[in-house]
């Protein structure tokens, strides 16, 4: 007998509903998407941070009181 507690309240998974158990997997399901995509947003940080960097190495030099920001 496995149980999931949900909202501090133990249920035994397996004398759930269909529906039920169809909803908690969706909710597995998007959990796992959502940590995938966190961490795929973090890559791509990464990258655009990278590429900043390489692309302000190629400009020319300013003078001191000019800056660039890029959004």
Do not use: G
Not at 30 to 37: A, T
Not at 45 to 62: D, W
Request: aromatic letters at 6%; zero cysteines; glycine letters at 0%.
């Amino acid at each position: 007998m496995s149980t999931i507690t949900i909202d501090n309240k133990e249920y035994d998974f397996d004398s759930l509903p269909n529906d039920a158990k169809a909803q908690l997997a969706s909710i597995q399901f998007v959990d796992s998407e959502l940590i995938r995509m966190q961490a795929q947003a973090a890559a791509l940080q990464t990258a655009r941070m990278a590429y900043s960097k390489a692309l302000q190495e190629l400009l020319p030099k300013l003078p001191e009181s000019d800056t660039v920001k890029l959004n």
